[in-house]
């Protein structure tokens, strides 16, 4: 069965504090990773990850995907308020058609 | 651009009713998807679509029929709604050609 799995579902720490988020996959023909965040509405995309090893940064954010282990990281640092959020995490697979399947995503909580 | 867009933002509905979630995008996407999201179960593909005329079922289609008469809307029924349906749904879209998916604002539907 394809799956995605997070860790950890929820998490709370406090500002500028770092933080690493986990995701594994197992699906049919993997095509690639991505990470989303999600505050009150819509998810928004954050990364895609294709190639193993190969970080993808944006300001305090960054993670990289390892395609022999089947996962990937999603690391914040110094962290703030405003990265309260839930974040997911979700695989492209299946070749020609193409699905996307989603973990449970991590619920972080980021304290003052 | 207005990109994906949803309507209703909420609704109500009483067991055994009908209606019809709207999704719209003006990017010419040709892949079209409906997710549902559940406390603690992530996102879960409902229906896709990967061009008009063209509609496959995702992890949880029953209860649900979706059609594609333009590259444009993607609108999702239900046929006779349940509680179990109460939930939150997105619409996304993407290129074929492309891997990142982009999400519309939600519809917030609860099934008394």
């Known amino acids: 069965e394809d799956k995605v799995v997070q860790s950890p579902l929820s998490l709370v720490v406090h500002e500028g504090d770092t933080v690493t988020l986990n995701c594994s996959y197992e699906?049919?023909?993997?095509?690639?990773l991505l990470w989303y965040k999600q505050e009150k509405k819509a998810p928004t995309f954050l990364f895609m990850l294709?190639?193993?090893?190969i970080e993808k940064k944006s300001g305090r954010l960054s993670s990289i995907l390892d395609k022999k282990e089947l996962f990937s990281i999603l690391n914040i640092t110094a962290t703030q308020t405003g990265d309260s959020a839930i974040y997911l995490c979700?695989?492209?697979?299946?070749?020609?058609?193409?699905?996307?399947?989603f973990g449970t995503g991590t619920l972080l909580a980021v304290q003052p | 651009n207005a990109g994906v867009t949803q309507t209703p933002k909420f609704q109500v509905l009483k067991t055994g009713q009908s209606m019809t979630l709207q999704c719209a995008q003006d990017?010419?996407?040709?892949?079209m998807s409906w997710y549902r999201q559940d406390p603690g179960m992530g996102l879960r593909l409902i229906h896709y679509?990967?061009?008009?005329?063209?509609?496959d079922q995702g992890e949880v289609p029953n209860g649900y029929n979706v059609s594609r008469s333009t590259t444009e809307d993607f609108p999702l029924r239900l046929l006779s709604a349940a509680p179990s349906q109460t939930s939150v749904y997105f619409c996304?879209?993407?290129?074929?050609?492309?891997?990142?998916?982009?999400f519309g604002p939600g519809t917030r539907l609860t099934v008394l």
């Open positions: 699906v049919t023909n993997f095509r690639s």
């Open positions: 294709t190639s193993s090893g």
């Open positions: 979700a695989a492209l697979y299946g070749g020609a058609t193409n699905k996307l399947i």
């Open positions: 990017m010419n996407h040709e892949y």
């Open positions: 996304a879209s993407r290129r074929l050609t492309t891997d990142t998916q982009y």
């Open positions: 679509s990967v061009g008009a005329g063209i509609t």
